[in-house]
């Protein structure tokens, strides 16, 4: 029975224990030799807390047990760590620290246990702060209060050592963080408030001290090589022993100090910034310009603006050159006509390769850029060069890659690549609607007059073009095309007739080919009196035509044909390649040997115009098939011709070429005539649905629809809008004239 | 008459000078206004226009006396006798003004109608009245809105039958005349510029819009709107003026101008 009875416990002898294995912690903590607890200590000294939380009142200590372990830690801290650190100075004391927070948590942990039925009940019942969280809060106020300053700025100072290329105890910095992190007790508070702004603040300083050196003495890219280096060592730095919720902030600070402050400095530092960068190619460099300053808030405008200018100021370049170089041709007569101009387009292909490379590479893709090479190749693609506009350059560029004999050699792959980025220059051109006239030009002169190299490549720049202007954009010259595919079919059949009726005979061989009207250029139409001979031709067509056809109506366009005649000269007969012009006035010479101008021409019953280029062309040209008299190099009214029998070439075909006219002039205006329809068509589209716009909206809507095929004047779409006020489909507002009322 | 001061007196003379109205009229016009000229002037034009009774049958015989021997119409040599008739010479203004009453299609030319009606509106069935309208029908010219209907009637009334624009040189011809009445600085170098740089037809668009232009925009030019609906002729005009200096000799021309 006296085994069963526990002895009461009074508080100071229950204390005085409790503090022997304080005592003895202690100095296990200061490295004192002292034995380890032996599990013996251990139940002993958590069995007397026990003992003494659950006797009866008035002995129940708990309350008292709760205020001695607060201030057993307190005691320590002020008699034994507080005094170790402030002797200490800068790393040292930092060293300390680390050592005495080391200690501090496990003191907390070892007390913990002890006191650990406090916890569980007393604690627990009041609603009081757990032991461990006491433990470190004694410490965060006596010890880190006082001295996180003083941390802080030695932790500072050896950051900035560091970033001077000092070996610096990274752990270290490392542990002591860490423990601005664990004081905060899950929040960032403490490590935010009290270390990291000035960190930021300091890592600004440093490095804003740092630039205005290097902006001074390095060249652009050293400097970038630098700023990038810094960049790189923060981010370690953050990864070797700061939090990982700084490193957003920390390289915000430097990337400001380092490239916002100085970005217009740098970038045009007069040998080395970016002007210089890609005058030289210096891609490397220009990638890492591209990588630093798309970081910093805008930081890509500058860049792209400078790209932009570049690009301009080369192509620019490359349109003077081509200037420079048809005026130098033109003075010495050395060159083939257009052939500058078609390096040129060649140079501008090269150019936007090499750009849209930067683009995509240096540049990564990024849209400011793409957008900087568009806007810079739009400014000098729309210059034209030597009086020619970009549009026809490129049409002639085409012509002269997809027709027989271009002066270029090309694999198949290789036009198929050139045709493609010629297309992809289109995109920059405001006129694509002259590109597109100009186009079909040369497209019926290949086609017509068999000049097409490739079918698959005709068909093949008709897909790209479609893919990138739309189906209304190819729509007429998909037509020309399969029109030439109908002709071949049409030709078959035309002979097929031709051995099935026998008295269908048009006495000589006979080719036709059936246009449809609106796909092609339009053609002047001359009612040319043709000779018998093709008279007869004309009727057997014509009635074979009618049994496929009944009514459709054919015109006739001779200014497109070609004959091949036998010309019977005293030394031998040559076979001659001609117009239907030039065979017409040649089988004059049949039944006649000698004809006047005036008789030539009321014969044939062409214009003036066409009689002196023809008959220029059979006697004052290379071949002189017919002697002029009087004997001069230009053709006049009074002139009269004979067949010149004595005439003799070494070749026994010869092809008769006609001068070509200049149809620049033609295609221009044909442009500007359907780009007036076209701006009345949208006026009148905008009109129909608004019934009433003022004139600025209006302005506005047309040059945005009209946009994707020439760029309207705002002269011409005003010049419009009176036309259409005089023809009753628009009025202008009573009051107010800017405002503009459709009439239905 | 011996009631009023002296003041009041001269007042009404002007009045009836300027308008050609009765005395009566410029009474009751210059008392409604509190004898201020500008008031009675708004005051006399805004009244309706008490439809004086004509005699249809002297009508009819004024049209006689002046149509065509062989078409029912009154043609230009109808014209000239009546401008004989009437004191008037046949380029005056006032005969403008005339056809505007009579809502007239085409210059030279009255139908009956456009004739009878016309003199009816305006309370005339004789020579003599007519002669008295004389300075009313001028004195039109001075308000502004009617004005402006009389300068766009002109378009109408001036082109050839059938066309849809006004010949330049007829068109110079009526700008002229009108301005003249109306003192806008820039007429004459307006018509210098036409005969110039443009040397065709006036559409109608644009010889309204030319009075708007005329009024709104000072002769400095400072205050016109490039990006403005104006029509492209009157762009043309300014652009015209700035390349070859005008405006600073209007400008100097434009603060000696008396108004």
């Given at each position: ?11 100071d ?8 294995g304080i005592?003895?912690l ?11 607890f ?8 958590y069995?007397?807390i ?5 006797q ?15 201030e057993s ?7 034994t760590v507080?005094?170790s650190?402030?002797?200490?100075h ?10 005495r927070?080391?200690n501090h ?8 246990r ?10 627990a ?11 470190l809060?004694?410490f ?17 100072s050896?950051i ?6 000092e070996q610096?105890?990274?752990?270290l910095?490392?542990?002591v ?8 007790m ?7 408030n ?8 300091d ?5 804003s001290?740092k ?19 810094c ?12 939090h ?22 740098l970038?045009?530092?007069?040998h080395?910034?970016c ?5 030289d ?22 860049v792209?603006?400078?790209f ?20 130098t041709?033109?003075?010495e ?11 040129f ?6 150019l936007?390769?090499?750009y849209?490379?930067?683009?995509n ?16 190749f ?8 030597a009086?020619s ?15 027989k ?10 036009i198929?690549e050139?045709l493609e980025?010629?297309v ?14 100009f186009y ?13 190299a ?9 897909t790209?073009?479609?893919q990138q ?23 078959t ?6 051995s099935n ?10 080719t ?10 339009s053609y002047k ?8 001979e093709m008279?007869r ?13 009944k ?8 200014s ?9 000269f ?18 004059l ?18 214009s ?11 006697s004052?040209?290379k071949?002189?098939?017919?002697n002029?008299e ?9 002139d ?9 070439d ?12 200049d ?6 205006e ?14 009148v ?14 302005v506005m809507?047309?040059?945005?629809q ?5 760029k ?12 259409l006020?005089?023809?009753?489909y ?15 | 008459?011996?009631k009023l ?10 009045f ?12 009751q016009a ?12 708004d005051?006399?034009?805004?009244q309706?226009q008490?439809?004086?009774?004509t005699d249809?049958?002297h ?9 065509d021997?062989?078409?029912?119409m ?7 006798l ?7 010479d ?7 003004v ?8 085409t210059?030279?030319e ?9 003199l ?7 020579l ?10 001028r ?9 402006r209907?009389i ?10 039958k ?6 330049l040189d ?16 820039l007429v004459?170098?307006?018509?210098q ?6 040397n065709?037809?006036i559409s ?27 029509p ?6 300014v ?8 405006i600073?000799?209007d ?9």
């Amino acid at each position: 029975m006296s085994m069963s009875e526990r002895k009461t416990i009074d508080l100071d002898q229950g204390w005085d224990f409790m503090q022997k294995g304080i005592l003895k912690l202690k100095n296990i903590l200061e490295g004192l030799p002292e034995p380890q607890f032996s599990s013996e200590d251990y139940m002993m000294l958590y069995t007397t807390i026990y003992n003494m939380c659950t006797q009866k009142p008035p002995h129940d200590y708990s309350q008292q047990l709760y205020d001695k372990y607060r201030e057993s830690f307190e005691e320590y801290i002020v008699s034994t760590v507080l005094p170790s650190l402030r002797e200490k100075h800068d790393e040292f004391m930092l060293r300390e620290l680390v050592k005495r927070w080391a200690n501090h948590k496990i003191m907390v942990r070892w007390l913990s246990r002890f006191f650990h039925y406090l916890d569980r009940y007393f604690i627990a019942r009041r609603s009081l702060p757990p032991l461990n969280e006491v433990g470190l809060t004694c410490f965060r106020d006596l010890v880190y209060k006082e001295l996180n300053g003083k941390v802080r700025d030695a932790v500072i100072s050896l950051i900035d050592q560091e970033r001077e290329g000092e070996q610096i105890d990274r752990a270290l910095l490392k542990n002591v963080l860490d423990i601005f992190v664990e004081i905060g007790m899950g929040q960032m508070d403490h490590y935010e408030n009290d270390f990291e702004a000035a960190m930021l603040k300091d890592t600004s300083a440093y490095y804003s001290r740092k630039a205005s050196n290097w902006i001074l003495e390095d060249s652009c890219p050293d400097y970038m090589l630098k700023a990038e280096e810094c960049l790189k060592r923060e981010k370690d730095r953050v990864a070797h022993y700061l939090h990982s919720s700084s490193e957003p902030k920390l390289l915000e600070k430097v990337q400001h100090e380092l490239l916002s402050v100085y970005a217009n400095q740098l970038l045009e530092k007069e040998h080395s910034g970016c002007h210089a960068l890609l005058r030289d190619d210096k891609v490397e460099d220009l990638s890492r310009m591209f990588r630093l300053f798309s970081k910093i808030p805008r930081g890509l405008d500058p860049v792209s603006s400078i790209f932009k200018q570049h690009v301009t100021a080369e192509g620019m370049a490359l349109v003077k050159l081509a200037e420079d170089a048809v005026s130098t041709k033109k003075a010495e007569k050395k060159d083939i006509v257009g052939l500058q101009e078609q390096v040129f387009v060649r140079k501008v292909i090269e150019l936007h390769d090499k750009y849209l490379a930067y683009v995509n590479d240096c540049f990564q893709n990024h849209t400011l850029f793409h957008k900087a090479l568009k806007e810079a190749f739009e400014i000098f693609c729309n210059k034209g060069v030597a009086g020619s506009s970009s549009a026809e350059l490129l049409a002639t560029f085409c012509d002269n890659i997809l027709k027989k004999g271009g002066s270029e050699k090309l694999s198949d792959e290789a036009i198929e690549e050139t045709l493609e980025k010629v297309v992809k220059l289109l995109a920059y051109i405001s006129d694509k609607d002259l590109f597109a006239e100009f186009y079909r030009k040369k497209l019926a002169r290949r086609l017509l007059f068999d000049k097409s190299a490739n079918d698959d490549h005709e068909r093949s720049i008709l897909t790209k073009l479609k893919q990138q202007c739309g189906g209304q954009f190819t729509s007429k010259m998909e037509g020309m095309v399969t029109d030439l595919t109908l002709a071949k079919e049409n030709q078959t059949s035309f002979e097929e007739y031709l051995s099935n009726n026998p008295n269908a005979d048009p006495g000589i061989d006979l080719t036709v080919t059936v246009l449809t009207t609106g796909f092609w250029p339009s053609y002047k139409s001359f009612d040319l009196n043709l000779p018998a001979e093709m008279v007869r031709c004309v009727e057997v067509f014509k009635e074979f035509y009618q049994t496929k056809t009944k009514h459709r109506k054919l015109t006739w366009i001779y200014s497109l044909g070609t004959c091949n005649i036998s010309g019977k000269f005293d030394p031998k007969t040559v076979e001659l390649i001609v117009t239907t012009y030039q065979a017409s006035a040649l089988l004059l010479f049949n039944s006649s040997d000698r004809l006047s101008y005036s008789e030539i021409m009321s014969q044939l019953n062409l214009s003036d115009d066409d009689v002196i280029r023809l008959l220029h062309s059979l006697s004052c040209a290379k071949y002189k098939i017919l002697n002029k008299e009087p004997s001069t190099k230009t053709i006049s009214s009074t002139d009269y011709f004979e067949f010149n029998s004595k005439f003799t070439d070494k070749m026994r075909r010869i092809k008769i070429p006609l001068p070509p006219v200049d149809e620049k002039k033609k295609v221009i205006e044909d442009v500007d005539k359907d780009r007036r329809y076209a701006i009345d068509a949208s006026i009148v589209r905008i009109m129909k649905s608004r019934k009433v716009l003022n004139y600025q909206q209006l302005v506005m809507e047309c040059v945005e629809q009209l946009g994707r095929m020439f760029k309207p004047d705002v002269k011409a779409i005003k010049k419009r809008i009176e036309d259409l006020i005089s023809r009753d489909y628009l009025e202008r507002d009573k009051d107010n004239a800017n405002l503009f009322r459709y009439l239905a | 008459m011996h009631k009023l001061g002296r003041g009041h007196r001269d007042k009404l003379q002007q009045f009836i000078t300027i308008t050609g109205a009765s005395e009566k009229l410029a009474l009751q016009a210059l008392k409604a206004s509190d004898w201020h000229l500008e008031g009675a002037f708004d005051f006399f034009y805004s009244q309706p226009q008490l439809k004086t009774f004509t005699d249809s049958r002297h009508l009819e015989e004024l049209y006689n006396r002046y149509k065509d021997a062989y078409v029912d119409m009154i043609l230009a040599d109808g014209i000239t006798l009546l401008c004989n008739d009437i004191q008037v010479d046949p380029q005056d203004i006032v005969m403008l003004v005339l056809s505007w009453h009579m809502k007239a299609g085409t210059m030279c030319e009255f139908s009956k109608k456009e004739f009878i009606e016309g003199l009816q509106s305006l309370g005339i069935d004789s020579l003599e009245k007519f002669r008295e309208k004389i300075p009313y029908m001028r004195s039109e010219l001075k308000d502004e809105q009617k004005f402006r209907e009389i300068y766009n009637f002109a378009f109408g009334w001036a082109k050839e039958k059938g066309q849809k624009s006004l010949a330049l040189d007829t068109a110079i011809g009526m700008w002229q005349l009108l301005f003249a009445e109306k003192q806008w600085p820039l007429v004459d170098h307006w018509c210098q510029f036409l005969q110039a740089r443009h040397n065709k037809a006036i559409s109608r668009d644009t010889w309204s819009q030319l009075l708007e232009f005329a009024k709104t925009v000072g002769s400095n030019l400072s205050d016109y709107d490039a990006e403005g609906a104006w029509p492209y002729l009157i762009d043309e005009f300014v652009e015209y003026l700035n390349e070859n200096g005008i405006i600073q000799n209007d400008l100097i021309n434009d603060s000696s101008l008396k108004r």
